[in-house]
């Protein structure tokens, strides 16, 4: 059975259907997590106020690129769901599309510890024991959230979307609040004492500096396609579209105001210098210790709603795609209210395990969200090169049907996405691709369930490519030349 059918058999059962406001909520609970808590430290730690600026303009232009990507593909080729996987495959071969999938994969569950981590490192501030999140104590209680949150799902896809839904509300009313006192807070000499960060040698030239945001910003935003991975659930084909431009206008707006302010409020290395969630170290600066409160309580919140997002969101895309024959057949396995458990339980299992390797390696949160924010480039540069490609083609136009401005969109998504690689730099390409290589594992399996061959030889040329590219990335861990975590 392919996606295509169990879409249609989806929308059949109006206990699964999810509309306007729920798609919008899954957009913007993905999004809104730990990361815009944390953006005045993740942002100062790299970048003065010129540089963040540059930073949210390219960010602006290249998420604004993907945003049009995907409500166009979602209504241009509505029989393809599950998003960044069906676009990729569709465009280019079965090999590639399993490539998206997997990637999209590994930066949901790996991204989902990075959640656990922040959480409890939110909690430390009223429970000291919980240090930076990463405490045995720590790993303990994400461990319980990770599976409450797992049998909560496993209850029904509708039911842990309405919660979604509710714990996205809560979320976004602190943060309105952080604006607000921010903005009556703000002074201009503040924001201006270093402008280009010249002063902090450390810092490097302006476009290092921009580069040090790429991954930071992709981060927040990374999230946008979540109405196009629950395309088969939608209610009405045109809300994705419309969900997935609600969330990136009330997100961006929301990103730029809490960084750039905070940096007419601290400067660029107090900024730096603080504990995640930094955002509750600058609203204490203004208003004394209760806005440390109210913004770790909001990081609670926001977290549980992020990781329920996600948690739901990383279930779906081996789902999907274990439909297609592209991942084995086991990860198609379903409970009897339609939610994909096969997949649930090996996600959520390897969120677990990491979630132990956190309590040995030490990890941080931005270490573990900068892994993340790198395996998902793959999955968003196919997006934009599939629209660019149908463009080009024609396929799925009308004759006569201007096809230029998708053409120049697809093309802007897919360099954005290539230039978040080259911003993303060596360390953390080198360590995706020691993450994408085991998937070949998979993917010859499930080529194996199909009784097809493995590769042409164009694809058998990029999983040697991984392959060489994983093995020297673990040696050069072996050898202490770069960080795993």
């Not at 010129?50 to 232009?61: D, E, K, N, R, Y």
């Not at 006192?181 to 503040?190: L, P, Q, R």
């Not at 080529?447 to 999983?463: D, H, K, M, S, Y």
Request: aromatic share 12%.
């Amino acid at each position: 059975m392919t996606v295509t059918t169990h879409a249609a058999d989806l929308r059949s059962a109006d206990t699964k259907k999810l509309h306007l406001g729920m798609l919008s909520a899954i957009v913007v609970g993905s999004m809104v997590g730990a990361g815009v808590f944390s953006l005045p430290q993740n942002m100062a730690n790299g970048a003065g106020p010129l540089a963040i600026m540059i930073g949210w303009g390219i960010t602006a232009v290249g998420m604004l690129a993907l945003v049009l990507v995907y409500r166009a593909l979602s209504t241009r080729r509505p029989e393809l769901d599950a998003g960044p996987y069906a676009y990729a495959r569709a465009g280019f071969g079965d090999f590639l599309g399993f490539n998206s999938a997997w990637g999209y994969w590994l930066s949901a569950w790996i991204g989902n510890v990075s959640y656990a981590v922040v959480l409890f490192s939110a909690l430390a501030y009223f429970v000291p024991v919980f240090g930076d999140g990463n405490s045995w104590q720590a790993v303990v209680g994400a461990s319980v959230v990770l599976w409450a949150i797992h049998f909560l799902i496993l209850g029904g896809v509708r039911q842990a979307a309405v919660v979604n839904l509710i714990t996205t509300v809560a979320k976004i009313a602190p943060i309105v609040l952080f604006v607000a006192v921010a903005v009556v807070a703000f002074k201009m000499d503040t924001f201006n004492l270093d402008l280009s960060g010249a002063t902090n040698t450390d810092l490097g030239s302006v476009m290092t500096q921009v580069k040090s945001t790429m991954l930071v910003t992709l981060w927040v935003f990374i999230g946008i396609e979540g109405a196009s991975v629950e395309s088969g659930r939608a209610e009405r084909r045109a809300d994705i579209g419309r969900a997935t431009v609600i969330g990136f206008l009330t997100c961006l707006a929301l990103y730029a105001l809490v960084s750039l302010l905070s940096l007419g409020i601290m400067t660029q290395p107090e900024l730096a210098g603080l504990k995640n969630p930094s955002m509750a170290g600058v609203l204490e600066h203004v208003v004394g210790p209760w806005g440390a409160v109210v913004i770790n309580l909001a990081v609670v919140v926001s977290v549980l709603g992020a990781f329920l997002a996600w948690t739901m969101l990383a279930a779906e895309i081996p789902y999907a795609a274990a439909r297609d024959g592209t991942m084995p057949r086991f990860f198609a396995g379903e409970n009897s209210k339609g939610v994909p458990a096969n997949s649930l339980w090996v996600t959520n299992g390897f969120v677990q395990l990491f979630l132990i390797v956190t309590l040995f390696a030490q990890s941080t949160y931005q270490a573990l969200f900068y892994i993340a924010s790198s395996a998902i480039l793959v999955p968003y540069v196919f997006s934009g090169a599939f629209a660019a490609k149908l463009a080009l083609t024609g396929e799925s136009y009308r004759p006569g049907e201007s096809r230029m401005g998708a053409l120049f969109v697809g093309l802007l998504a897919t360099v954005y996405g290539l230039w978040l690689i080259y911003a993303a730099g060596p360390t953390y390409i080198f360590m995706c691709a020691m993450l994408y290589a085991p998937g070949i594992l998979i993917y010859m399996k499930a080529r194996q369930e199909q009784g097809g061959r493995a590769f042409t030889p164009v694809e058998a040329l990029i999983a040697v490519g991984l392959v060489v590219a994983g093995v020297a990335a673990a040696y050069l861990i072996w050898h202490g030349d770069i960080s795993p975590l």
